[in-house]
């Protein structure tokens, strides 16, 4: 057999592996864990926007998947040469001086905010505010300028500092931080030197405001300005980092002998899953990933010439190397996309899951297996009752803004709106209303690339609604006006993981040949239809109109989103 690399993607609900061959980017085995902590709704309140998950959830996952992919590909031991580990992000957990989560410590084992703070936990907005308006005012640095302009909720500092702020006794244990992604690799790798373990390039630029020109991460006096724990903790966090082409350490012993590796295996610097998701689906100059799942992650690299000092506004950063070693990584995104979708299913299952389960009529087990086949079925059925509306039959206008708004212009206080409902409204048109929503979220995000002068010649989708919707893909083709391909790998984040990981251990002599490589091929092409171009311009300036409306209506205020 030829040599193997694993690469390890951990999403909202799950982590995937995959074990791949690193002369040809053959998928060998993969394996899925589901996380039963974050199923049973644990350490979580969405009613307020809080989303943790326990640090279990992804040690578990880790142990399971790797040695499940190992063991059913049959490989030998010595020819597994390295592991890339792709999180979620920003998802910062806090550890004490043992580098060890508060998590899984007696203490806190059981505690909320101990646990680590997921991408899409919305509970600091106050706090992300306080950064945007002090970045602007505090007389210095605007430490913000590589993040697109805005901080968002959503990213490191801002969650850190509301931990602080409601609970101090939590920032009194938590010695320092780590992104989800960091605490994995770190957890892998025998050399446990808090001080010289070798922090993400990637967490750290997009969403931790690091970057070269100031001397990593924002100067002290900025962070006392926030929180006087904030100012502490930065000299506890790091100042070099590193692209995930990088070895992070050695896989070491206890772990090896886990998995059934060996400690020869090395284990490269973490990355965040959109980026990995990029790398896995062959990203190059001009090329725009689109990774669709619950939210979206928009991923584009940029040569140093073309961008140069420029900054680009309302993304969710710029940073040298995030995406691919050589080239500036810019990211965009929309705070949700197919949980648009998976809340409006929600919304008219909830009653009929209840009424089902107080029925007379039917067992345990009918009733189950009844809830089961609704929620199986639901979505594919409005789907194709949208596709069949005709089109001359009007739409309401909705907002995709269901999660608040990440890019362009994050804000988080924003919510959705629906506006031109009517007695004939039916299911399928809200739904079909709020599929356009989704695809006119996307086509703000390029044409604020566009607009700032970062070409996109080519659109890449990858994730499970780019896979496995065509309706939506194609009426995504038409609102951009642009072609899209679609990657055919099942496990893109994870297989760009995989090509990191190859470059790492030297079976690859750079990275682009590692891309080239290993990188998934094409399994679709989606081409704009001129008429269905048309229509959906009309849309789209309603859709522009109720985004503007909205946000006046928050803020009394011109909006900047039009």
């Known amino acids: 057999m030829n040599p193997c690399v694993i690469g390890l993607d951990y999403g909202t609900d799950s982590v995937r592996a995959v074990l791949i061959d690193a002369s040809n980017g053959k998928e060998l085995a993969s394996s899925v864990f589901w996380y039963p902590r974050w199923k049973a709704g644990k350490y979580c309140k969405p009613s307020i926007n809080q989303f943790r998950q326990h640090p279990l959830d992804h040690i578990e996952g880790m142990e399971y ?24 992000g920003s998802s910062p957990v806090p550890l004490n001086t043992e580098g060890i989560p508060l998590a899984l410590t007696p203490k806190f084992g059981e505690h909320d905010n101990a646990m680590m703070v997921l991408w899409k936990d919305h509970t600091s907005i106050e706090e992300a505010e306080a950064i945007n308006d002090l970045a602007r005012s505090w007389g210095g640095e605007d430490y913000t300028r590589f993040e697109g302009g805005i901080y968002s909720s959503e990213w490191f500092w801002a969650k850190i500092w509301h931990i602080a702020k409601v609970d101090p006794e939590v920032a009194e244990a938590a010695y320092t931080w780590m992104e989800h992604c960091d605490l994995m690799t770190y957890l892998l790798i025998e050399d446990k030197d808090l001080a010289g373990f070798k922090r993400s390039r990637c967490a750290a630029g997009h969403k931790a405001m690091w970057h070269e020109s100031w001397g990593g991460l924002p100067d002290e006096a900025f962070l006392s300005k926030m929180h006087p724990y904030l100012a502490g903790l930065r000299d506890r966090l790091y100042t070099d980092t590193y692209t995930s082409d990088t070895v992070a350490g050695n896989l070491s012993a206890e772990w090896a002998a886990k998995l059934g590796l060996t400690t020869d295996t090395v284990v490269t610097v973490g990355t965040f899953d959109a980026h990995a998701g990029a790398v896995g689906a062959g990203i190059g100059k001009n090329t725009l990933v689109r990774v669709m799942g619950t939210s979206t992650c928009d991923i584009i690299v940029s040569d140093y010439d073309k961008i140069g000092d420029a900054t680009v506004k309302g993304i969710c950063g710029q940073v040298d190397g995030s995406v691919l070693p050589g080239m500036i990584g810019l990211e965009a995104g929309q705070s949700a996309f197919g949980d648009v979708l998976a809340w409006f299913k929600e919304v008219l299952l909830e009653p009929s899951k209840k009424l089902i389960s107080q029925s007379n009529l039917l067992t345990e087990d009918q009733k189950n297996d009844l809830i089961e086949e609704l929620s199986s079925k639901l979505i594919p059925e409005l789907t194709e009752a949208a596709s069949q509306l005709p089109a001359e039959e009007s739409l309401p206008i909705a907002l995709d803004w269901v999660n608040g708004r990440r890019t362009p212009d994050a804000d988080q206080n924003l919510k959705s709106a629906i506006s031109g409902i009517s007695l004939g409204t039916k299911a399928p048109h809200l739904f079909k209303a709020l599929i356009y929503a989704i695809c006119f979220g996307s086509r703000k995000i390029v044409e604020r690339f566009e607009s700032e002068g970062v070409a996109i010649d080519k659109v890449v989708g990858i994730g499970g609604v780019a896979r496995k919707s065509n309706y939506i893909m194609q009426l995504l083709a038409d609102t951009l006006n642009k072609p899209i391909v679609v990657a055919s790998s099942d496990y893109a984040p994870a297989l760009g993981a995989a090509v990191y990981a190859a470059k790492a ?58």
Request: glycine share 4%; proline share 5%; charged share 25%.
């Open 65 to 88: 998947t790797i040695k499940k992919v190992v063991e059913d590909s049959g490989v030998q031991p010595e020819l597994v040469k390295g592991i890339c580990i792709d999180t979620t």
């Open 505 to 562: 251990a030297g079976l690859a002599p750079t990275m682009q040949q590692a891309v080239d490589q290993l990188a998934s091929s094409i399994e679709s092409n989606y081409y704009p239809n001129p008429e269905n171009v048309t229509r959906m311009e009309e849309y789209y300036k309603k859709y522009e109109q109720l985004a503007e409306l909205t946000e006046f209506s928050v803020y009394n205020k011109e909006s900047a989103y039009v």
